[in-house]
């Protein structure tokens, strides 16, 4: 089947006779029925993926303290971006079926669009927040970074990861009309032949590069800097000068209004190595979790550009969308610390949670308490 030429509206209208209005044929017309059922079918998959493995995030930072530390809140600030990213998937996929345009409200549309626009760009900015949080964390002195994260200044960080894309991205596209419904593709989006549409993708790209610079400056510096290290450690007899160690904050100690106990302090010693290696799996892990950002975002980013509108760019921004329901995945398979937490939650086991939160305490002592009472007086079941 030949491909479809660029994008030229005018090529892709139908005369209607009956009412003397036209129409633009979608993608699918041209491609055929089957891809309206592939399409809208993975909408809801990823949907159905995202929001239970999201879902699972929250919980688990819900019942382990172990989970409360400074990266975590970004990593869950990133979840939300991903769950907000799903819940839309489905009306994606009801738009695609639909054969008369949009069936719903137009402001609702609209708002849709407004969503995408804003979770993606968020998410981003989150794995930016993410990388330089690791960089900060593991390469620069215990003192700087207990300064840089303060719990206000955290707040802020997630505070602009959300407020970018709204201001410069969304708002002004409010009072330009660029939001709405688009025919060819089928699909709540920007308005890409709005006169200024390229400005605000332009806007949009230029923060996707300065984010990308700099997540690969992050790993990068981390990366040498744990080589260089390693090689230090590995030069001294058995690797136990304490002077070649690799010294990393623990996490916990920024959220407690950056104090840290003196029985940390005195057995900082003992506790280097199994520090080092436990963040260092963490690191690695969010490291995945880029790199698979980047393997389902670039080929549609690549894409886009070339102008050839075919249902290439539909399955191209499908691999786009479905890292929303990719990272919880990769936190069950390789995080240190959510990998344990997930595993008793699949178990039920939740008597193993490592540090449980308080609620976690009330509920066991309140499930011990009536097993208690039962095997005295047999009054419960």
């Not at 055929?32 to 688990?60: D, P, Q, R």
């Not at 400005?199 to 992050?218: D, H, K, R, Y």
């Not at 000068?241 to 302090?265: C, F, M, Q, R």
């Not at 936190?331 to 939740?350: E, G, L, N, T």
Request: glycine content about 4%.
């Amino acid at each position: 089947m030949e491909t479809t030429p660029e994008l030229d509206y005018s090529l892709l209208m139908d005369d209607l006779p009956e009412n003397g209005t036209q129409r633009v044929i979608s993608v699918y017309e041209l491609y055929g029925y089957f891809n309206v059922v592939i399409v809208s079918t993975i909408f809801c998959v990823i949907a159905f993926l995202g929001l239970t493995g999201n879902t699972m995030v929250f919980i688990a930072v819900g019942l382990s303290r172990k989970l409360h530390n400074i990266t975590n809140a970004f990593i869950v600030n990133l979840s939300i971006c991903d769950f907000l990213s799903c819940t839309i998937l489905p009306f994606h996929a009801v738009a695609v079926i639909a054969e008369d345009g949009w069936p719903l409200a137009d402001w609702f549309c609209s708002f849709i669009a407004s969503l995408s626009i804003i979770t993606q760009t968020s998410g981003i900015l989150n794995l930016t927040m993410i990388s330089l949080n690791r960089y900060v964390l593991i390469t620069k002195p215990r003192k700087l970074y207990m300064r840089v994260y303060t719990h206000k200044k955290v707040a802020w960080m997630i505070a602009f990861t959300w407020l970018f894309p709204f201001l410069f991205l969304l708002v002004p596209q409010f009072f330009l009309s660029g939001l709405g419904y688009q025919d060819f593709f089928r699909i709540c989006i920007w308005n890409s032949r709005h006169k200024l549409a390229l400005v605000f993708q332009g806007i949009g790209a230029l923060a996707f590069i300065i984010s990308t610079i700099l997540i690969i400056f992050s790993y990068v510096s981390i990366y040498r800097f744990i080589r260089r290290h390693m090689r230090m450690m590995a030069n001294k007899e058995g690797g136990n000068d304490p002077a070649a160690s690799v010294e990393i904050v623990e996490e916990e100690s920024a959220l407690n209004d950056n104090k840290i106990g003196t029985s940390t302090k005195s057995h900082r010693s003992t506790k280097k190595k199994t520090i080092s290696r436990k963040q260092i799996e963490i690191t690695k892990n969010l490291c995945l979790v880029v790199v698979s950002f980047f393997i389902c975002v670039l080929p549609y980013t690549i894409h886009l550009p070339t102008g050839i509108y075919d249902m290439r760019g539909t399955y191209l921004a499908l691999l786009f969308m479905s890292h929303a329901c990719i990272n919880p995945i990769l936190y069950a398979a390789k995080h240190p610390h959510f990998k344990v937490i997930f595993s008793c939650m699949f178990r039920c086991k939740y008597s193993e949670i490592p540090m449980p939160t308080m609620g976690v305490k009330k509920l066991f002592r309140r499930a011990t308490s009536a097993s208690t009472y039962s095997s005295t007086d047999g009054r419960y079941a």
